[in-house]
């Protein structure tokens, strides 16, 4: 279905409901992509953080820490499921609302279905056999399996349960990627590739700053709060080598974006969606900044102090720095949804709306 007349500028009657379509779609973009962040993440952080960490810690305290740790995943996991299907049927809605205004049409299923013929429909409707084939793998199982072993004398998970987790939940971080500017960017396979490992290594680190935010603290609330050194210097200590890779990883791929993206270096100050590109890149660095401290003075702290067991100030102290790593990383978040609606200034030769929203291309 080719939907290039959508580019036509908006009339003064419709300036308000452009501005309210676009809004929502930066919010569904939000939410769907850390959704999806969160689903896909936990599969690296559960094997490279949390189940190392809670490998080494022994007892009936941190056995009633580790339940309470895996409860609160299972509760992330399933929000995170509801969300991302939610979002997907309000963002198809919407889209269908477009067309059929369009068309000169009206709102109906024909004109949700309608969507169908497009790039943008194609990988928004996939969206919903991955998130029941997730919903059967891991619902109910993750609070049983996922720290499961760790620490602990149950059967830990086989293979091929995270290999079918991190495969379908990279599945949906590539549906992003294929309804986006990747999908239109030349040359198509580069694109696509980088910037699926882009957003694979962002969920990593977000998904990595939401659970030692919101999750790890399950694990100390039973017992001691002295105690809480135990996991969360060991945790602090491998997050901070997987945040730097993923951080790396991050600072290469979205300076290839902005190559396959942006036309002119004039650009990211002359247009709206490079001056957008400016402000993620100057959020990314404040995020870069207290990672670092984090990463080379704080985790330090934690072991040190873990060791002469005499104080939690560090401890208290990385609360405040996460908690202002979380708000940058949702910022983040919020502007790579921005930044999806928005035009991007290096030309095109597919039609608009093939591979991005047409919203995109009602915009200037």
């Keep these: 279905m080719d939907i290039s007349h959508f580019a036509q500028a908006p009339s003064d009657a419709s300036v308000f409901e452009d501005t309210f379509r676009f809004a929502a779609y930066t919010i569904a973009r939000l939410l769907g992509f850390s959704a999806h962040a969160i689903l896909f993440g936990l599969v690296p952080l559960l094997l490279l953080v949390i189940r190392p960490t809670f490998s080494a810690l022994r007892g009936p305290e941190w056995d009633r820490g580790r339940e309470r740790v895996a409860a609160r995943l299972e509760g992330f996991v399933?929000?995170?499921?509801?969300a991302a299907a939610l979002i997907t049927a309000l963002t198809v809605t919407l889209q269908g609302a477009l067309i059929a205004e369009a068309t000169g049409g009206t709102f109906s299923l024909d004109s949700v279905l309608d969507t169908l013929e497009t790039t943008f429909g194609q990988w928004h409707f996939l969206r919903f056999p991955l998130l029941g084939a997730l919903a059967v793998l891991i619902v109910g199982k993750v609070r049983r399996s996922a720290l499961a072993g760790a620490g602990n004398e149950n059967r830990s998970p086989r293979w091929w349960w995270w290999t079918a987790w991190g495969g379908i939940a990279l599945c949906l971080l590539l549906s992003n990627t294929m309804s986006g500017h990747a999908a239109v960017a030349s040359p198509a396979p580069v694109a696509?590739?980088?910037?699926?490992?882009?957003?694979?290594s962002g969920a990593v680190w977000f998904t990595g700053i939401v659970v030692l935010a919101l999750v790890l603290p399950e694990a100390w609330r039973v017992g001691a709060s002295?105690?809480?050194?135990?996991?969360?210097?060991?945790?602090?200590?491998?997050?901070?080598?997987?945040?730097?890779?993923?951080?790396a990883i991050l600072a290469a791929t979205g300076t290839l974006n902005s190559f396959l993206h942006i036309g002119h270096l004039a650009d990211m100050v002359t247009t709206g969606y490079g001056r957008t590109l400016s402000l993620k890149i100057l959020l990314f660095l404040a995020v870069l900044?207290?990672?670092?401290?984090?990463?080379?003075?704080l985790r330090a702290r934690l072991s040190k102090e873990l060791a002469e067991g005499d104080s939690l100030a560090s401890a208290r102290q990385f609360r405040k720095t996460i908690a202002a790593e979380l708000m940058l990383g949702l910022a983040l978040m919020g502007i790579t949804g921005l930044l999806v609606g928005l035009a991007r200034t290096r030309e095109i030769s597919s039609a608009p709306g093939d591979g991005e929203t047409a919203i995109v291309t009602r915009r200037p």
């Design 226 to 247: 002295g105690r809480r050194l135990e996991v969360l210097a060991p945790a602090v200590a491998r997050f901070g080598t997987v945040a730097a890779v993923a951080i």
């Design 192 to 200: 696509i590739l980088n910037d699926l490992v882009h957003l694979a």
């Design 78 to 82: 399933q929000a995170a499921l509801v």
């Design 289 to 297: 900044a207290l990672g670092a401290a984090n990463h080379f003075v």
